[in-house]
């Protein structure tokens, strides 16, 4: 069965900390999305990934083929980051994460 | 990229009443895809939208409860048919199509069912 595994649940930072949420996935699935969610419900592609590393901004992704592992990386963190990350992994028909709430705080 | 838009962008309805919630895409697209996400939920996969012929639904959703349209490669519906409180959610479009690098989603349609 493919699963897509996120940790943390919750994440609460301090402004201007380093930030990394964590996503795991099962044999099968071959590219992971990062998207992020607003409390008004709208989603956001961030990252779609099939190896190595994307940059945008202040956010970062990584992936690890061998070990199914991804990573989001935020620097700097500001307020306005707070919201919902989600880690979907597959390229079409996804297969969502939990998701991670994160609370930036002035 | 691709932009894309829902509507109603939200709605309350009564228990046993339908609603049509429209997704339009700016530009053609391959891949229309309609998800659900329940109050503390993550999202879930209803079904592929496919143009010209039948939606492809995924195991736990029907085609007489969740009716979909697509007419053309730009324009989707969805309905909810014989609303229940339990289909109290936030119902998503999205596209994905070659040259697309990633998927796109709409905003959103957030329904209450009373």
């Known amino acids: 069965k493919n699963e897509v595994e996120q940790s943390p649940q919750n994440l609460t930072a301090q402004e201007g900390e380093f930030i990394t949420i964590n996503c795991s996935y099962s044999v099968g699935i071959s590219a992971l999305h990062w998207l992020q969610q607003h409390p008004g419900g709208g989603i956001v592609s961030l990252f779609m990934?099939?190896?190595g590393k994307k940059k945008h901004g202040r956010l970062i992704a990584t992936i690890n083929i061998q070990e199914k592992h991804s990573s989001l990386h935020i620097t700097a963190s500001h307020p306005r980051d707070s919201a919902v990350y989600i880690c979907?992994?597959?390229?079409?028909?996804?297969?969502f994460g939990a998701g991670t709430r994160l609370a930036v705080h002035p | 990229s691709a932009v894309i838009s829902q509507k109603p962008s939200r709605d309350i309805c009564q228990r046993g009443t339908s609603l049509t919630i429209q997704c339009q895409v700016d530009?053609?697209?391959?891949?229309m895809f309609w998800y659900r996400q329940q109050p503390g939920q993550s999202l879930t996969l209803i079904a592929t939208a496919n143009q010209g012929s039948e939606a492809t639904y995924e195991s736990g959703f029907v085609i007489d409860k969740f009716p979909i349209s697509r007419p053309n490669l730009t324009f989707s519906t969805l309905t909810v048919s014989n609303m229940s409180p339990e289909d109290s959610s936030i119902y998503l479009c999205?596209?994905?199509?070659?040259?697309?690098?990633?998927?796109?989603f709409g905003p959103g349609t957030r329904l209450l069912v009373l």
């Open positions: 990934l099939s190896s």
């Open positions: 979907a992994g597959g390229y079409n028909k996804l297969i």
């Open positions: 530009s053609q697209v391959t891949m």
């Open positions: 999205s596209v994905a199509s070659r040259g697309l690098e990633t998927q796109y």
